[in-house]
């Protein structure tokens, strides 16, 4: 005769087995984020720009500007919120992925003389990890006269009156955390260029020497492109008599630990 069977299998029990698998699931795909975040976390992005200022006067400016025109407004790089280019002023009518060297020649790329007509306003780089902001400036505080209650001149400066470029990027996300040379990415670029466009006049002073008048000239994007493609952007024309501006912006990726 044989033993009995003392084991119940119930129907409660094969749901209370399913229901502890399932409890398990969520928490599976929930450290598939953790582990993307991660991934970007451990990225440098190597950000390379150069600020071109253009004359158009001259044989090389106008050569510069006659390319850009025929240049085509690339399918690949998009700004993010923005409808199709309308006029001059729309973000997407100034933004251009070509071979910066195309433009504006190789003499920036090998340090060389450049021609005349074409002026190097900046060329900083900038290191940041992927989603952490990061800034440069290169400029000066322009400095001027200006009366004192008892009617004397002396000399001031003021951080809001600067001449020079100011940079503030932002690398978002890196689509391929493990193909570095070719991922795509989506950064933030805002970018501005103060010039000094004239002075106040001070009673009783013949020269100019008063309190700086800035012209500024603006632009500020979120792109999607990929590593190492060149990004150019004219900034738009602040006055009818601004100066023509080019923002060269290349971007290259490795792994915080090399």
């Known amino acids: 005769m044989s033993a009995p069977n003392n084991r119940k299998n119930t129907p409660m029990a094969g749901l209370a087995f399913l229901l502890a698998l399932a409890a398990t699931l969520p928490a599976q795909a929930a450290e598939q984020p953790d582990r993307a975040t991660e991934a970007n976390a451990e ?8 600020v071109i200022q253009v004359d158009p006067d001259t ?7 006659t390319t ?28 251009r992925t070509c071979d910066s060297a195309a433009l504006f020649g190789t ?16 060329t900083p780089q900038v290191v940041s990890l ?33 001449e020079g470029v100011t940079i503030n990027v932002t ?9 570095l040379d070719s991922t795509e990415y989506v950064g933030e670029f805002d970018v501005r260029v103060n010039a000094l466009a004239g002075r106040e006049a001070i009673d009783g ?30 900034l738009p024309p602040s006055a009818d008599d601004a100066s023509v501006v080019f923002v060269v912006i290349q971007t290259t990726f490795q792994s915080a630990d090399k």
């Open 205 to 234: 002073v013949p020269f100019d020497a008063g309190k700086p008048i800035i012209r500024t000239q603006a632009i500020t994007t979120t792109l999607r492109t990929s590593a190492g493609q060149d990004v150019v952007m004219r």
């Open 59 to 65: 044989s090389a400016g106008q050569k510069t500007l």
């Open 43 to 50: 990225i440098h992005a190597l950000v390379s720009l150069k």
């Open 130 to 162: 992927i989603g952490a902001p990061a800034s440069i400036v290169v400029g000066r505080a322009i400095p001027y006269l200006q009366r004192r209650d008892d009617n004397a001149l002396e000399v001031a400066s003021s951080n809001d009156l600067t």
């Open 68 to 95: 850009w025109d025929n240049l085509p407004q690339p399918p690949t790089t998009e700004t993010e919120n923005t409808e199709p280019p309308r006029d001059a002023n729309d973000t997407l009518a100034h933004l």
């Open 171 to 179: 690398i978002r996300e890196v689509s391929a955390p493990h193909s």
């Open 107 to 122: 003499q920036f790329r090998k340090g060389e003389a450049v021609p005349d007509g074409l002026k190097a306003l900046a």
